[in-house]
């Protein structure tokens, strides 16, 4: 185990439902993040969030909304999904957000949007 | 425009065997390069990192290399086993920015 840990593991959810993702890391990190991984594709930044304050947002639609109430905590609140949303989120922490710091990976949140 | 390929996209081996994955990037300025190992339903796990100076890098049967001039790096697995069958993340970063890789879909069979 990594000290990442994310649920639910797995997520059905119709297109009008509301939903949340939870991360919890006992690292004592205090550098969050949460990723898209879609089939195929390269692992995609969604959020950064550094001491609780949100640094970067990647154009993430606003149907995706991010909450970080503490450094050890992260969440990520969905709402009108669409099914090209389906994916797995993945939630990683490090130490800090500057280029020495390994970044650590929760196991996924596997989410199927119908 | 930075960007990590790897190569190939999947490979099935024997158990015992050794294998070479390719990682070539053209990301700039070039801070460090990690190699991650996902297992099906699991994260990403680093299994090792190099520097521009840094050439040959091992962990057990992993050996990473590294050649800053090309922008090439490689992971190569000896004496492959079973719990090898994973997928393998070339990363590479630059600045405050990690670049991922589609990654390398291994698959070891007995």
């Known amino acids: 185990e990594t000290g990442v840990t994310q649920t639910p593991r797995h997520l059905v959810m119709g297109m009008t439902n509301k939903k949340s993702l939870k991360c919890e890391q006992h690292?004592?990190?205090?550098?969050m993040y949460w990723y898209k991984q879609s089939a195929k594709k390269p692992l995609e930044l969604m959020f950064v969030?550094?001491?609780?304050?949100?640094?970067e947002n990647n154009s993430v639609p606003s149907r995706f909304s991010p909450e970080c109430p503490n450094s050890s905590h992260l969440f990520l609140h969905l709402h009108t999904l669409q099914p090209e949303d389906s994916a797995l989120y993945l939630c990683?922490?490090?130490?800090?957000?500057?280029?020495?710091?390994?970044?650590?990976f929760g196991p996924g949140t596997r989410l199927t949007v119908t | 425009k930075n960007q990590v390929e790897q190569s190939p996209q999947s490979l099935i081996i024997l158990e015992g065997k050794n294998c070479t994955l390719q990682?070539?990037?053209?990301?700039?300025?070039?801070?460090?390069l990690r190699w991650y190992k996902q297992d099906t339903g699991r994260g990403p796990v680093s299994l090792t990192i190099m520097t521009f100076s840094e050439n040959t890098k091992s962990n057990g049967r992993y050996t990473a290399t590294l050649d800053a001039d090309t922008k090439q790096s490689s992971l190569h697995i000896t004496a492959s086993q079973l719990s090898d069958s994973a997928s393998y993340i070339c990363?590479?970063?630059?600045?405050?920015?990690?670049?991922f890789g589609t990654g390398t879909r291994l698959l070891v069979s007995p």
């Open positions: 990682c070539n990037y053209t990301v700039s300025p070039f801070s460090n």
């Open positions: 690292l004592g990190h205090n550098a």
């Open positions: 990683a922490s490090s130490q800090a957000t500057g280029e020495a710091y390994e970044q650590y």
């Open positions: 990363v590479v970063r630059t600045f405050q920015k990690l670049v």
């Open positions: 969030y550094n001491f609780k304050e949100q640094t």
